[in-house]
Every structure is written in structure tokens, then in C-alpha cells.
């Protein structure tokens, strides 16, 4: 049996576990490059190459930016935003939602800006009493589109405009690709903006974040302060004492400092009753409402055993405090991670690895929250993934199932721009659409010549067909960033997914030959 038709086996068995939906996504991930190397297809260094790749690299770093972004209070102010201008009606709250992550995605890539705003994503629908499935997964194909708004939204782009320029065309112009960007995107906002009650599931996800955005509010009410208790530099707390808690028996008052001189105690209840200004001996069950900077907060809350912290600080000034500190640091360092992706001075990766470094330099974040802020499953999946991709190319398998698309579909320009679309979107649907378009690349600049048509268009629509990839959680990074959060199932993703997949084709084969002639 050759490697192509072992390949070949594997791919379908990945896909039909996937679908089956009985084992972890991880576990699948790493069963194929295991099993790639127990069939003598890849040797040991390359099961293990993705996590070596600069990709997985990227990915790690912008996941910890976005964590920066939470921590320092920048997501919450941009959600405030996103809530004043749109309001809190749902449809116009998921357009100018995907809106932001398509402008998002073309300065920062579908990836870093889906991991930028979910977590905002998933606080507002909290907030407005709606599931978040109804908003994190038009963020991801808003993303989708977005990236081919400029050239350097994604390095598809890049890849296609210099193939295109080394088969004799010329390379794509920095806002050229907006003339199918704008469309794309227009399209799928009308989409999930119109038929969104039809296509996308209602799921709740296992866990939800609490909303935490009046949480000063609240305390002003409980505990009668009738003054401010949260500011940038400063926070509160409740803690409740455990039933073996060595400060029971001790005497506490309002305005009293404790013994490591970091917290005030501003007030305290027992069984839900204000105990008054008067001193009172602590008993198991008391609560306690204290204050101090956000540093001592956080830092209390994690190292005490004698009590329970009933809302993390962190959380707390991560939603109830926009711009917090650490904000103006952490925007300057993403302008900065911008301005590297968008002028092309470093890779990708080097970008997102020195804006994470950056964060925790200038005290962003701690080296805690930063490993807390990486979804170790996107991580391993991504990189399980990748020797499957590196095998169907080596192998010759997805130039097996190429060739026969082409000759199928080769009679003339818009034949063969829908059968290089289905191949590159089918394809992009499995593995990784970098990988997609690597396989395709060559095949459609050979194709094009064949039929003698131009390879402006051919490759353009390779590159539509590359970011059409909406069927699958696995298709992408920001696909399976979303699932957790929005509470999908691997099935959920192609009822909404087959639309815009559509309406991508149209536009790849009607209207990229209008702009690019034959």
C-alpha cells in the first residue's frame, strides 16, 4: 500500500472520529501523527514538527496579547463601545460585532483578532441574557472574510501574490483584494445577521464567565458604603471565612487595616445582616468586605487557605474596570505588533512572541496569566495536526485527488475556477488552509496555462476558496477557538457554514473573472 492511499485512510479516519464526537479532539489530533509513524509514512522528527512551527509559535503569542488585552481592562472598554453603538438589540449587536473582528482580522489575522474579542464576545452575550453560540461563531467567519481585505491579512495572501507574480502575472496590490473583501464580508454579515435564527445553534457552553460589569453597584447597595470602591488602581473583595479558618476568633471593625498593612476592612455581615461599626469577634461564615490595590487583592486571594474569595480580583477588574492598568502599555504594544504585521520587518511569529514578551516585561501580566491565557487544546490540536498536512503533501496524496478535479473541470476559465474552488475548499476543511493553498499553488498556475487563461483570477480564487473554510472546527485555529466558548459541537458548524461557503463560491466564480479578466 503507498503512502498516498495510507494517507488517504488516515484523513478519512480523523474526519470520522472527529464527527463521532466520542473522544477528545487532542487525543485525534495526536492518533494521526502517531499513527503516520507506525506506518513507516513520517519518521519520529516530523510527528513532533509542529510544534515547532512558527504557526503554533504565532498563535501562542496572540493568545497571550489577548489575555493581556483582558487583564488590563482594553476588552471591557471596547465592549462598552461595541454596546453604545450598537445597542443591546441582537442583530445589530452580531453586525457590529463581526464588523470589528473583520477590520480586526486584516490588521492582526482572523486568529489574533477571534482570539482578541471572544472573550468580550462571550461577556456581552452574559450580559444581555443570550447564549454566546449566537455570537462566537460570526466572529470567526467574519474573520474569514476579513482576511482578504488586504494583502498582508494572512500569509495566503502573500503566497498567492508572489506566485502570481513568478508565473509571469503580476503581484497583488496591498487593497486589491478589498474588491473581493468588501463583498465577501457584506455578504456573510447579511447572512448571519438574516438567517441567524436558522443557522446557528443554541447551545449553552459548560461554563459561562459571571458578569461581573456592576459588581461596584452591587457592593454599594449590600453593604450601604455610599462610596467608591473600585478605581484603576484600587479594588475590593468578599471573602467568606472556612470553617476551620485561623482568624476565627479574631476582632475586626470597618476602617481597620490587617496585619500585613495591605488591606482595609470596609465592612462585615454574618448570615446576610450588617454587623455595624462596632468591633465583632469573627465566626465561621462571616463575610468580609476588604479593599486594597489590585496587586494586593490578587495576590491575597491566591496564597490564604483561611478564606474564600467570592469573585476573583482579576476577573473582577478584568470586566468592571475598562482601562485599568496597564491599559496604555498593553495598546501601545499592539499598535506596535500591528504596525510589524502590517509592514512585514519580522515573521508573524516573531511579532506575536515579542509583543508576549513585552506584556509581562511591562507588567501587563504575570508569567501566570500569560500561561493561563493560552488554550493549551488549540495549541495541541494545531500542532497534532500538521504532520497529517505535511504528509498528504509529501506523499503525493493531494495531488492524486488534485489531478482529478482538474481534469474534470478543466474545459474553460469558470470550469476550472469552480473545480480549483471545491478542491481548495474541501481540502480547507481537513488541514490547514496555509497547507491547502501550498498544495493547490502549483496545480493552479498549471492549470491556467493548460487552458491558456490567465493566473490573476486562477489564483485568486484559490486564495477565496483557502479562507473559506467553515465546515469544520478543525478547518482553522479561530474555528476551534470558538467552539469551547459558544458551546459547539463538531457537527454545529456546517448548517451555518454551507452559505457563506456558497456565497464564497459565487464570488470566487462570477465575480473575480468581472475584476481579473481571463
Not at 488585552?69 to 465592549?79: D, H, I, M, Q
Not at 476568633?249 to 450588617?274: C, F, I, K
Request: charged share 10%; aromatic share 6%; hydrophobic share 55%.
Amino acid at each position: 500500500m503507498s503512502d498516498a492511499t495510507v494517507c488517504l485512510l488516515i484523513l478519512a479516519a480523523v474526519i470520522g472520529l472527529f464527527l463521532w464526537n466520542r473522544l477528545p479532539v487532542e487525543v485525534v489530533a495526536l492518533g494521526s501523527a502517531l499513527a503516520l509513524y507506525l506506518t513507516g509514512v513520517l519518521p519520529v522528527a516530523a510527528v513532533f514538527a509542529g510544534f515547532g512551527d512558527p504557526v503554533v509559535g504565532f498563535i501562542a503569542g496572540l493568545f497571550v496579547v489577548s489575555e493581556a488585552l483582558g487583564a488590563s481592562g482594553v476588552t471591557a472598554w471596547v465592549g462598552q463601545r461595541l454596546i453604545r453603538v450598537a445597542g443591546t438589540e441582537p442583530r445589530r449587536l452580531l453586525v457590529a460585532t463581526m464588523l470589528l473582528g473583520a477590520l480586526l482580522s486584516a490588521l492582526i489575522s482572523v486568529n489574533g483578532a477571534t482570539a482578541a474579542l471572544l472573550p468580550m464576545v462571550v461577556l456581552l452575550a452574559v450580559r444581555l441574557g443570550f447564549s454566546p453560540s449566537g455570537l462566537a461563531m460570526p466572529l470567526a467567519f467574519a474573520g474569514h472574510a476579513g482576511s482578504l481585505l488586504v494583502l498582508t491579512a494572512t500569509p495566503i495572501n502573500l503566497l498567492i501574490s508572489q506566485a502570481a507574480d513568478q508565473a509571469g502575472g503580476r503581484p497583488f496590490g496591498f487593497f486589491e483584494y478589498s474588491l473581493v473583501g468588501v463583498p465577501l464580508l457584506a455578504g456573510t454579515v447579511a447572512l448571519m445577521a438574516g438567517l441567524r435564527h436558522r443557522l446557528l445553534p443554541r447551545r449553552t457552553p459548560r461554563s459561562l464567565p459571571p458578569d461581573l460589569s456592576g459588581y461596584a453597584r452591587t457592593l454599594d447597595a449590600h453593604y450601604e458604603l455610599g462610596a467608591r470602591v473600585l478605581s484603576r488602581e484600587v479594588g475590593a473583595a468578599e471573602v467568606v471565612l472556612t470553617p476551620r479558618s485561623a482568624l476565627i476568633g479574631d476582632t475586626v471593625w470597618p476602617g481597620m487595616t490587617t496585619d500585613s498593612g495591605e488591606l482595609v476592612v470596609l465592612a462585615a455581615h454574618r448570615m446576610g445582616q450588617h454587623l455595624g461599626p462596632a468591633p465583632v469577634t469573627l465566626v465561621a461564615g462571616d463575610t468580609l468586605l476588604v479593599q486594597g490595590s489590585w496587586d494586593a487583592l490578587d495576590r491575597h486571594a491566591r496564597s490564604t487557605g483561611d478564606v474564600l474569595v467570592v469573585d476573583a480580583p482579576a476577573e473582577l477588574r478584568r470586566q468592571a474596570v475598562p482601562l485599568g492598568p496597564g491599559s496604555t502599555a498593553a495598546i501601545v504594544i499592539v499598535v506596535g505588533m500591528i504596525v510589524l504585521l502590517a509592514t512585514g520587518l519580522v515573521p508573524p511569529a516573531i511579532a506575536a512572541l515579542a509583543a508576549a514578551m513585552a506584556m509581562v516585561v511591562c507588567r501587563v501580566l504575570t508569567m501566570q496569566q500569560a500561561y493561563g491565557g493560552i488554550s493549551f487544546t488549540t495549541i495541541v490540536i494545531v500542532a497534532g495536526m500538521f504532520p497529517l498536512s505535511a504528509a498528504m503533501q509529501e506523499s503525493g496524496a493531494a495531488n492524486r485527488v488534485a489531478d482529478i478535479v482538474v481534469g474534470a473541470f478543466g474545459a474553460n476559465g469558470h470550469l476550472l475556477l469552480l473545480g480549483l474552488f471545491l478542491l481548495t475548499a474541501t481540502l480547507g476543511q481537513m488541514i490547514s488552509n496555509t497547507a491547502t493553498a501550498l498544495i493547490v499553488i502549483p496545480i493552479a498556475v498549471k492549470a491556467a496555462a493548460d487552458v491558456g487563461v490567465s493566473v490573476q483570477p486562477v489564483l485568486m480564487c484559490v486564495g477565496i476558496a483557502s479562507a473559506a473554510s467553515f465546515l469544520t472546527p478543525i478547518a482553522t485555529a479561530a474555528n476551534l477557538m470558538v467552539k469551547d466558548p459558544g458551546g459547539y459541537r463538531f457537527g454545529d458548524y456546517w448548517r451555518p457554514g454551507l452559505p457563506v461557503l456558497g456565497w464564497f463560491g459565487m464570488v470566487a466564480v462570477l465575480l473575480v473573472p468581472m475584476i481579473w479578466r481571463f
